[in-house]
């Protein structure tokens, strides 16, 4: 039996647009929040930052950076500061809101960048953001 596996650039398109970020961010992120809270959550990363434990975290078509917002948020204050995120989205536009949205929340310890989840040279990289 063959499987075809189609690369999952639904909306490839729209995600490219120019200045789409910053739609995304005022309109499409209020609609992701319950998702986005789930994810963190689930995942299980805030508690391993609390149990003191080193945290790297790969945060995959981050976006304008919502989750990582999230994870940040909940573990900024926190005594163990052995965490990083690496944010990671193939639009420019999101990147760019991405990394609007790490100055004005003042990020520690995130790297955010331009890559293509199926290109898997583009994801060639460490969790280096330092504090
Ligand atoms: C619905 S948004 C989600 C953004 C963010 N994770 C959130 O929850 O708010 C989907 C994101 O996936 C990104 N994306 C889709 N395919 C991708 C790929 N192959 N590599 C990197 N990013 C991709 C898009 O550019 C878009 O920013």
């Not at 189609?6 to 200045?19: F, I, M, Q, R, Y």
């Not at 052995?82 to 999101?94: A, H, K, R």
């Amino acid at each position: 039996m063959t499987t075809t596996i189609k690369p999952a650039v639904a909306g490839a398109e729209l995600w490219a647009k120019k200045d789409y970020g910053k739609t995304y961010r005022s309109a499409g992120e209020g609609l992701m929040q319950k998702p986005i809270i789930q994810l963190v959550e689930q995942s299980g990363v805030v508690e391993a930052v609390q149990a003191g434990r080193r945290v790297d975290v790969w945060d995959n078509a981050c976006g304008t950076g919502s989750v990582t917002a999230k994870f940040v948020a909940a573990v900024r204050d926190l005594p163990n500061t052995n965490w990083s995120v690496i944010g990671t989205d193939f639009s420019e536009s999101m990147i760019e809101s991405a990394k609007e949205r790490a100055q004005e929340e003042s990020w520690l310890n995130v790297e955010i960048r331009v890559a293509d989840a199926q290109v898997s040279k583009e994801l060639n990289f460490e969790c280096t953001a330092q504090r």
